[in-house]
C-alpha cells in the first residue's frame, strides 16, 4: 500500500520570500504520479503543480516548483517570491500510473504569508 | 460546464436520517472520483466511476454509503441513517482518464468545493 507522509502541520513565511514544504512518500510502484493540490478557506482543490516519476526533470510552474528525489521518495514544493494568496492548506498527493486510480493524500501543511 | 459542481455546499442532518449529494463533473469527463475529508485531514478515497459503472467502492466506510451514476454524467452519493462520524466535507473530482486518445493531462483530477455535511 502506498502512504504519504506531510511532517510539517503548519509553516509560515513572509510576503516575496520562499519557502519550502515537505513530502514523503512510501510505496513499491516504479511507475507513478505526485502532485501538490492547494486547498483555500473555500475548500476548492486546486492542481499546484505535478511530477512523472519516470521524468528525471523537477517540474516547474511559475513561481512553484519541486525538488523530486526518487530514491529518496521526497517531493517537496517550493513557493518562490510568496504572495498573499498563497495562503492555504497544501496537500501532497500520490496516484499509481498506467491505472485509472485513486488519489492518496498526505495530511496537508497549513501555510500562512504575512505581509 | 466549467468546473466540477457540488450541491449543496452544506448539509446538516439529525443522526439517523438519509441524506444524498449531488456531483456534476466537467462535461466529458469519464472518470468520477468521491473523497471524505474529515476536519484537519487529507481526503480519503470512497469510490470511483468510469462511466456509469463503479470500478471502485473499496474505501466506503460501512454499507450505509452508497454511489451511483446512472446515465455516466451526475453522481449521487447517499448515506443512510446518518452518524455523528459521518460529519466530515465530501468533495467529487472528474478526469478525463479512462478517455480514448492521448491526453498530456489524462490523470489531473479536477475537484468541486466539496459538501459540508454535520450530522447532530
Known amino acids: 500500500a502506498q502512504t504519504v507522509t506531510q511532517s510539517q502541520p503548519e509553516m509560515s513565511v513572509q510576503e516575496a520570500e520562499t519557502v519550502t514544504l515537505s513530502c514523503t512518500y512510501d510505496?513499491?510502484?516504479?511507475?507513478?504520479?505526485l502532485f501538490w493540490y492547494k486547498q483555500p478557506p473555500s475548500r476548492q482543490m486546486i492542481l499546484v503543480i505535478r511530477?512523472?516519476?519516470?521524468?528525471?526533470q523537477n517540474a516547474t510552474e511559475n513561481r512553484f516548483s519541486v525538488n523530486f528525489q526518487k530514491a529518496a521518495k521526497s517531493f517537496s514544493l517550493k513557493i518562490s517570491d510568496s504572495q498573499l494568496g498563497d495562503t492555504a492548506m497544501y496537500f501532497c498527493?500520490?496516484?499509481?500510473?498506467?491505472?485509472?486510480?485513486?488519489?492518496?493524500f498526505g495530511t496537508g501543511t497549513r501555510l500562512q504569508v504575512f505581509p | 460546464g466549467a468546473g466540477v459542481s457540488q450541491s449543496p455546499r452544506y448539509k446538516v442532518a439529525k443522526r439517523g436520517q438519509d441524506v444524498a449529494l449531488r456531483c456534476d463533473p466537467i462535461?466529458?469527463?469519464?472518470?468520477l472520483f468521491w473523497y471524505q475529508q474529515a476536519l484537519g485531514q487529507g481526503p480519503e478515497f470512497l469510490t470511483y466511476?468510469?462511466?456509469?459503472?463503479?470500478?471502485?467502492k473499496s474505501g466506503l466506510p460501512s454499507d450505509r454509503f452508497f454511489a451511483e451514476r446512472p446515465e455516466g454524467s451526475v453522481s449521487t452519493l447517499k448515506i443512510q441513517r446518518t452518524q455523528q462520524e459521518d460529519s466530515a466535507v465530501y468533495l467529487c473530482?472528474?478526469?478525463?482518464?479512462?478517455?480514448?486518445?492521448?491526453?498530456?493531462?489524462?490523470?489531473?483530477?479536477?475537484f468541486g468545493a466539496g459538501t459540508r455535511l454535520s450530522v447532530l
Open positions: 462535461s466529458g469527463h469519464v472518470s
Open positions: 510505496t513499491s510502484e516504479n511507475n507513478y504520479y
Open positions: 498527493a500520490f496516484m499509481k500510473r498506467y491505472n485509472t486510480d485513486k488519489l492518496i
Open positions: 511530477q512523472e516519476a519516470y521524468k528525471q
Open positions: 473530482a472528474s478526469s478525463l482518464a479512462g478517455t480514448s486518445g492521448r491526453y498530456e493531462d489524462k490523470n489531473i483530477q479536477y
Open positions: 466511476f468510469q462511466n456509469e459503472a463503479q470500478l471502485d
